[in-house]
């Protein structure tokens, strides 16, 4: 079955030319644009294509932030007038119409802040220059060990007066792209701009400040937040044959950050879900239980879609066994991170054999993903797919996440060793 | 101390600033051709930059094949004017300063030349079109299942009494780059024009047959050889602190086909061998062993350095324990081949608990690599590194083989990889 299902995806598989669609047919997707909306009317069109047993749709309420004019962010003195490459963090408010000129100070710990305290921070643009660290062999713990500063940075600032923030890109590659991603304020304290820079720029702006101060920058932000929008997630289902009222699912994020195409944050993890699907029906395979594709909405910036997704199946007492997200993006395949009991991830373990041949070695202790972590607490096993991850952080929430990033076989793979996940868990996991 | 390798790797490695200046700066590196000189003298001057304990160079004499200016091939009756991208199979002779008009046929195996008959195929040019199949999840089965078609169609074809043949490029992707490669001549026959045509020009005219006969195409080909040159094997060494006279070495090959920059194929595998004695230096371990880097010349259209090299090891009585080879490309590590005894084999998966933090989980049977090849008369252990293989084909023996698709990371790692295991070797492996 697993050869079978490897043989299909690789030599009639749907999902590259599925995600080329959406990457560059549909426009930016970041929840509440029209590109969003689109994207949820094309995946249910090539669900409903593929002839699943049933493809519906789900209301949500998301977030609507819109970037609004590229911002702008260059030196003004203190050093040559360099242009930083930049763009605005999502969730990040205006700089109101004109830019913000003012005297950078240089931190590389959220902690720094305090030690230094209002009276230099006061007035001044924050730089947050914490680069990820290359060492970690998983770039997941290089994100993780970085990612506060954009998250929190503004919060923090502003507690100190700070006028503005910019962060040095979560990225591994020394480059000219700048990646946004998700970011809160502090509701005690006044919402101030945040930026990213491209990790070259915050390489040249840590030399500058190191050889000339003071430094001051001028940036503009013209983003805004405009009210909550009615959006969707998309479901596709091939019911079950003996247990048609338990689920296991599969799914990624339709929603991305509007800079690039999303194409392996999250396009690759909504194909491949799809494609799980039409592989095992394709192969003609009928499950005992009830499964799904699910294209979950707004995990970038507010997990409405995973928050709705558990409250309904809550509500209507669909009974989900496992869940499997795949947002790692679309690289060759390592295997799968388990969060559940020592049980489950010896269970897991013990199919080993079967996924070895196609790469798929990994099978450890971790977080399955955002949008399916709201089915815990019903008691879901949740499953994670791990892809290789020494070039995500390159493409991540940046311009480059573009189809011409995504290798056709290494997407293909992803999407049979989930597959081949979900046939396994039908079949032995649930007895 | 595999931490340390990796670390040392991943935070201030120098191979892909080597290998990008290697394919940006030299040009060109095929045997005999002045990039290749060039490529001698650069890697020799980084070992000696390094302070390798002893750097030299070995003589041997090279094949000079010279590709002129790009062939053409386009369709001249029977379909619209269609160029198709191509490019002259290494050795390959020329048209003789004209275009070669004539119609074409289209078999999928050698084997079907022999069915066909001289009635069938004299005068005319033969289109060898069996694809590389996608189901391998090793794409080197693939490309193995293929080459026969390039290496030996020339051969047979004429023996029918054909003027010319083409050859799908030996790729998996479906795109406008001709890959080349090597190719022999039978010399009871003649020796006839034997070009690569891209993968997408090779669909194209196989719908084409399908549809009209018959198809007659222009084929030009500018390519000749030119008599055996001097060129050279570069090697540096770390000498041994217990066993000086007994060698651990890793190598690739300098020499690269000449349409791309022969940036995985194989400058990664010299960059790395350079940088994993460069990193065992850099944390200071002293080998037991003597350790080298060897820069083999000629493995394209030859195997001269290989030969050179293991024929003056042994004239000089130099013991050669074992070779590791990395020509696979600079992609994320996956494990190692084992070119030997079940107990070398049981051996080295006995380093596997310390390797799999690093992504490495195959040690299996397999050969090492052409190069050291040549050794394994004098026993010595043959090792092949094993990156991870589903983009290799997508830029082998192409234009696309450039530095662009070389990531950073996956290029250290593969060093780093190289490193622990040459490491390994020394401490544990001969005792």
Known sequence: ???????????????????????????????????????????????????????????????????????????????????????????????????????????????????????????????????????????????????????????????????GVIVRSMSLREDDFPHTGGMHYDTLYKKIPALAISTAAATRLSKLMAANKPVKISLTCNSETLPDTLSHNVIGQLTGTEKPGEYLITGGHLDAWDNGQGAHDDGAGCVQSIEALRILKAIGYRPRHSMRAVMFMNEENGLRGGLKYAEVAEKTGEKHLAAIESDRGGFTPRGFTIEGEQDWVDKINGFRKLLEPYGLNEFKKGGGGADIGPLKKSGTLCLGYIPDSQRYFDFHHAGSDVIENVNKRELEMGAASIAAMLYLLDKYGFN
């Open 1 to 163: 079955m697993i050869r079978k299902i490897f043989d299909e995806a690789l030599s009639d598989g749907k999902c590259y030319e599925v995600l080329t669609h959406l990457c560059t047919q549909i426009g930016p997707r970041l929840s509440g644009s029209p590109g969003a909306a689109r994207a949820v009317d094309y995946t249910r069109s090539v669900m409903e294509k593929e002839k699943f047993d049933k493809v519906s749709t789900q209301e949500c309420m998301v977030p609507h932030w819109v970037r609004g004019n590229p911002s702008e962010v260059f030196v003004v003195s203190g050093g040559k007038n360099d242009v930083l490459p930049s763009c605005a963090l999502g969730g990040s408010v205006s700089s109101g119409g004109k830019a913000i000129i003012a005297e950078v100070i240089e931190v590389k710990q959220l902690d720094d802040l305090e030690k230094l305290g209002k009276a230099k921070i006061e007035g001044k643009i924050v730089f947050f220059s914490r680069p990820m660290k290359p060492t970690h062999i998983q770039t997941f713990e290089a994100y993780g060990g970085c990612v506060d500063q954009r998250g929190s940075g503004a919060a923090k600032a502003a507690q100190y007066g700070a006028v």
